[in-house]
């Protein structure tokens, strides 16, 4: 079973430069998540969907990121314009979330983005 | 806000030494803590716990849970250098908009030398 895909793996830009990652969950997930992490840190949310629906976007920068998840499956978070601080590891995961949801996350191996 | 927080933030020990990583929690309507082992790339799930006082066990590792104590800790026996690694706790909240939000703690850099 194909695992939680992400695209590009490493993307180095100047800043004020825009910049997307793409993530393709594992097929059947209803949930997917966008978490940053920074180094020595654990990951923190951006943003959750539910199908289409963007259910938690409190901790999203709204004023330079956004997010998109087409048909309920794959998704795209873009950053613009990227700044320095901008510079760490997006993870995309998805999980199976019913009425006994289990909230065990599957993770891809994250984009790591440097900002120069 | 629900909060996570590790201790310790990181160990050094020898190869077949025993560790117990710790990890307590505060969130307003708990459903489930969840242990994740993290090297160069992915987290990878270790165990859900969602009841005190059952020990969930994997090979060498194992965990339990205290909801009345909110915390829970994370056992290593016979640590191989294989098992370093960031140990990752998480929790996940069951109310309203934020059912399946999980939270994490900033987690354990576990080095094991030879």
């Known amino acids: 079973e194909a695992g939680v895909v992400q695209s590009p793996r490493y993307k180095i830009i100047e800043k004020k430069q825009p910049v997307a990652f793409w993530c393709n969950p594992i097929?059947?997930?209803?949930?997917l998540y966008w978490y940053l992490q920074n180094l020595g840190q654990g990951p923190e949310l951006l943003i959750r969907?539910?199908?289409?629906?963007?259910?938690?976007d409190s901790q999203l920068p709204k004023d330079r990121f956004s997010a998109e998840r087409l048909k309920g499956v794959d998704s795209t978070l873009k950053i613009q314009p990227a700044e320095l601080g901008d510079s760490a590891v997006y993870l995309c995961?998805?999980?199976?979330?019913?009425?006994?949801?289990?909230?065990?996350?599957?993770f891809g191996e994250g984009s790591r983005l440097t900002v120069l | 806000e629900d909060k996570v927080v590790q201790s310790p933030l990181s160990l050094v020990v020898h190869e077949g030494d025993t560790v117990t990583l710790n990890c307590s929690y505060e969130v307003t309507n708990f459903r489930s803590l969840l242990w994740y082992k993290q090297e160069k790339k992915a987290p990878t799930f270790l165990f859900m716990l969602t009841s005190s006082g059952i020990e969930k066990k994997s090979g060498r590792l194992s965990s339990i849970l205290d909801k009345k104590e909110l915390f829970s800790i994370l056992n290593i026996t016979a640590t191989q250098t294989g098992d370093s690694a960031v140990y990752l706790c998480a929790v996940t909240n069951a109310g309203g908009t934020s059912y399946g939000k999980l939270t994490f703690g900033q987690g354990t850099i576990l080095t094991v030398h030879p």
């Open positions: 995961a998805s999980s199976f979330l019913g009425s006994a949801g289990t909230g065990e996350l599957f």
């Open positions: 097929s059947g997930h209803n949930t």
């Open positions: 969907y539910e199908n289409e629906e963007a259910v938690d």
